[in-house]
């Protein structure tokens, strides 16, 4: 059985990378492309996403966590003009029945996406002698606020470029037992 710590930044860059671009592609039809890499001790700004002033983006975040041999969380952000957008090409529907639908609805399929992206992520872990399953996906929503991993996760963050959009993967793995 490996050890967590064997799992490199590359495999982790790797299995992301596809992942984004596998479930944007085949759900949305929107290409993706890696745009920025952060590693925890880095000298990356935190939040992830950056916010200016007063005027910070609100966001809407999917969470999908994954256990076994291979522990951790993905968080993955979208500003909310961008998850709505997602979830009119996701469901089919126009901006304004999602606006009459409520928040509710947007929050289904960011989880959704997320639920996704995290599954592609766990296979590639999985196919590389990982194995583990995935957890319920949850949101979060909000503007100004950043995730605190414990001392002893290991954090990627990756940028995409997805449609003129940002989206954001903070990935949190658990190293050792």
């Known amino acids: ?21 596998d479930v944007f592609k085949t759900m949305l039809g929107k290409s993706s492309e890696l745009s920025t890499t952060a590693t925890q001790g880095s000298g990356a700004s935190w939040p992830p996403i950056p ?21 951790g969380l993905i968080y993955l952000y979208l500003p909310v003009d961008f998850a709505k957008l997602c979830t009119c090409h996701l469901l089919g529907m126009t901006e304004a029945e999602i606006d009459e639908a409520g928040d509710e609805v947007i929050n289904d399929a960011i989880g959704e996406l997320t639920n996704m992206s995290v599954g592609s992520f766990k296979n590639g872990l999985c196919d590389a002698g990982y194995p583990c399953m995935l957890t319920i996906p949850s ?8 995730v605190e991993p414990i001392s002893s996760a290991q954090r990627y963050i990756y940028s995409f470029e997805c449609g003129g959009h940002k989206i954001v993967t903070d990935i949190l793995m658990k190293t050792g037992n």
Do not use: H, K
């Not at 916010?51 to 522990?71: H, L, M, S, W």
């Open 1 to 21: 059985m490996p050890a967590t710590q064997e799992i490199s930044e590359s495999l982790v860059r790797e299995n992301i990378t596809r992942a984004i671009a």
């Open 139 to 146: 949101i979060l929503r909000g503007s100004n606020f950043c």
């Open 51 to 71: 916010v200016e002033g007063v005027n910070c983006t609100p966001q809407v975040v999917g969470t999908v966590g994954f256990i076994g041999d291979a522990n």
